[in-house]
C-alpha cells in the first residue's frame, strides 16, 4: 500500500469515527430538559406558501422552521430565528438571542440535520399528528419515485 492510499484509509476511517461521535450527540428538549440522542430524535422542517402575485411573484413553499418533537415529554418545541433577533446593521444574531432556548436548539438542528433520525417535512399542514405527517411523507416521497 502506498502512501496515498494509506491516507485514504485513515481519512475515511476519521469520517466514520466523526459519524459515529455525531450519531452519539444527545439533543435537549427545552421543555422538559430531558435529553434525546440525535440518532433516535425527530425533527419537523415546516414550510408556508407564498401564493402567487404579479407576473412572476410567488407559487413556492418557503423555509420556516423547525420542530423538535421530544419523545418524552410529547411536546413540539418551535425552533426559529425571528427578524428582532438579528442587529439590523450587521445581520448578525444579537447576544440576547443566543441565549434564547429556541435560536440555540434552531443552530443545532441546522449544523446537525443530517444525523437526525428522522427528518419529517410540513407543508402548512398544521395540527397535524406525527403519524400522519409520517404518512403524508411516505405518500410524497413514493409519488417522487413514481414519477418516472
Known sequence: M???????????SLEEQKQTIKLRQMV??????????ISKATI????????PRGCTGGDYWNFN?????CSKCNVNTRAYIGSWDKD??????????LKEA??????FIKKNIEYFGEVLKSYDEKRLELDELR????????RKNDWW
Open 135 to 142: 404518512a403524508l411523507n411516505e405518500e410524497r416521497k413514493e
Open 65 to 69: 422552521e423547525y420542530l423538535y418533537c
Open 2 to 12: 502506498n502512501l496515498a492510499q494509506k491516507i485514504d484509509h485513515q481519512i475515511s
Open 28 to 37: 435537549t428538549c427545552p421543555h422538559c430538559k430531558k435529553r434525546t440522542r
Open 88 to 97: 439590523w446593521k450587521t445581520e448578525e444574531l444579537t447576544l440576547s438571542a
Open 102 to 107: 429556541r435560536v440555540i436548539l434552531f443552530n
Open 44 to 51: 419537523i422542517v415546516d414550510y408556508f406558501y407564498v401564493p
